[in-house]
């Protein structure tokens, strides 16, 4: 079974940036569509990004377009998420996702995903 892992989190300063990652050990996660979801307390999952299987279209929210990445590794076993210029807003657990079927234009509607990770904290503060 798929089970998605994030790694990366962490408390940074506004302004500074992190990478977090997307993997799935024995899962080369190139055939599938994967999403980056966040949630901070008392509020909804946002969709942030998402990326096809093989990094032809990528789709980005309003609210992190400009300042986050999404992208492949060269192997197809990782995916990434950079976030620059972090400010207090993007505090979270931050979440990976998997919608099997990586041919079709991704989404950041969370019901498209069929297999989340169990999320990896950021905290922005000074």
């Known amino acids: 079974q798929l089970q998605l892992a994030e790694t990366g989190g962490g408390s940074v300063q506004p302004g500074e940036s992190l990478t977090l990652a997307c993997s799935a050990p024995?899962?080369?996660?190139?055939?599938?569509?994967i999403g980056w979801f966040r949630q901070a307390p008392g509020k909804e999952r946002e969709g942030l990004a998402c990326?096809?299987?093989?990094?032809?279209?990528?789709l980005y929210a309003d609210s992190v377009k400009g300042r986050f990445t999404i992208s492949r590794d060269g192997a197809k076993r990782t995916v990434y998420l950079q976030m620059n210029s972090l400010t207090t807003d993007d505090t979270a657990d931050y979440f990976c996702a998997a919608d099997l079927d990586g041919f079709r234009s991704c989404d950041l509607n969370s019901f498209r995903y069929e297999y989340w990770g169990r999320g990896n904290h950021v905290a922005v503060s000074s």
């Open positions: 024995g899962f080369e996660l190139g055939y599938y569509t």
């Open positions: 990326v096809n299987h093989d990094e032809t279209g990528t």
